[in-house]
């Protein structure tokens, strides 16, 4: 067992009550983006691993997923409340053709083979154990018909056929808490 799974950590509060950032890359080289959607768990257990897992949503439009499906390792960092005007500036811009992290005002600092910020109160370093699009014929009637009732919340491509989500599961291989 790691040391980190032997902390007790309110997990239900964390993607629920506070933004993170999802990052892929190297110190050189990395995008990230500001998710809201998550979930923590246990998955896949094995010798090489506890199963400790972190599982996150990425549009495929979003220059981090491009990150996260060439990457091997990728970062989840909590954030206090006090940067929710950061996250909203960094889940708003690309950075495909701009450097939103210094317009934000963020730090990035090396984790592992990946990258964290300095501002974050924890960081989740994982190692990548699944990535795939999700598919729309497994979506239950009830979440089709709400996403399809709100015009534009549903992701459609260039040529207006569903764009799905893909989601990234990671082993975590270390916490980082900043105790600032």
Known sequence: MK???????????LFRNQWAL?????????NACTVAWGSLGTL???????GSIVTIYLHPSRYTCDYFRE??????????????KVLAHM?????????????????????????AYQEASMTLLCK???????AKAGLSQE?????VSRPGAFPLDENGDWNPHWMFVGDIVDIKENEE
Not at 73 to 83: K, N, S
Not at 97 to 106: H, Q, V, Y
Not at 128 to 134: D, Q, V
């Open 3 to 13: 040391d980190f799974e032997q902390k007790e950590y309110k997990i239900f509060e």
């Open 22 to 30: 999802a990052a892929a890359g190297t110190l050189e080289k990395h």
């Open 44 to 50: 896949w257990t094995r010798p090489s691993s506890t």
């Open 71 to 84: 990457c091997d390792m990728f970062t989840v960092g909590f954030f206090p409340r006090e940067y929710r």
């Open 91 to 115: 889940g708003s811009c690309s950075g495909r053709d701009r450097n939103k992290e210094i317009e934000a005002g963020l730090n990035a600092v090396a984790f592992g083979n990946s990258i």
């Open 128 to 134: 990548k154990i699944y990535g795939y699009p999700f």
């Open 143 to 147: 979440v089709k018909d709400y996403y």
